[in-house]
């Protein structure tokens, strides 16, 4: 059963506009989340991330948004960049600062920002 | 010069052959890790190792080993590869939090 969901494989953004990518969990137990970015023929890099303590964490074009109650979090580029078109994988962590091996990753989606 | 590098970056196989997937970090991390993604299915983890005398399974273990030689390598084998081990591999390492740095891949295709 997957704990980490990425409903959408795919979103297209006007350049300018703001990408909103969402992300679902089930496991209550997720203290931690990251996203991760990643461009074709590169391995994925760390992007930005929240703990549950927070609602918000904002880091220049790049703001995550956590709702504990509703277990949604969602990533917003404002504006998009061509540059910002990759993959993004969303993931979780029962617990802050105790590896990465209790990371659960999403399936990833695929932004597209188009001129 | 990268700090996570893998190699080979791509490689095709047979199905039965004994395949090794090297992995080496300039980073000083004590954590490693090996993930694999397939389309659709996002990054699962392999195997990790916290020192190299720590070596533990992941979520998809079976038909993988591993061997940490050093702090700043660690490879990933196939014993006896099938054509479903067919993916893009992931080599990455850690400090003690959950943000990894990970290596640019090895595209594997077993035949």
């Known amino acids: 059963d997957q704990q980490v969901k990425q409903n959408s494989p795919s979103l297209s953004v006007q350049e300018g506009r703001i990408s909103i990518l969402n992300c679902d969990y089930t496991n209550s137990m997720f203290d931690y989340f990251l996203w991760y970015k990643k461009y074709p023929a590169e391995g994925p890099t760390f992007l930005i991330s929240i703990s549950s303590i927070k609602d918000k964490n904002e880091d220049g074009r790049f703001t995550v948004f956590l709702n504990k109650s509703a277990k949604h979090l969602s990533l917003h580029i404002v504006p998009s960049q061509p540059g910002d078109s990759a993959v993004y994988f969303c993931a979780a962590s029962p617990y802050s600062g105790g590896g990465a091996d209790g990371l659960t990753f999403g399936k990833g989606t695929h932004l597209i920002i188009q001129p | 010069d990268a700090d996570v590098t893998q190699t080979p970056r791509n490689r095709i196989t047979k199905t039965g052959k004994r395949i090794m997937l090297e992995c080496s970090q300039t980073k000083g991390h004590d954590r490693m890790y090996w993930y694999r993604q397939d389309p659709g299915l996002g990054l699962r983890l392999i195997y990790y190792s916290f020192d190299v005398k720590d070596i533990n399974k992941g979520e998809i273990s079976d038909g993988y080993s591993v061997s940490r030689q050093a702090q700043a390598k660690f490879s990933l084998s196939l014993e006896s590869a099938i054509p479903n081990q067919t993916a893009l591999y992931f080599c990455?390492?850690?400090?003690?939090?959950?943000?990894?740095?990970f290596g640019s891949g090895t595209q594997l295709s077993v035949l």
């Open positions: 990455a390492t850690s400090d003690p939090n959950e943000k990894l740095f």
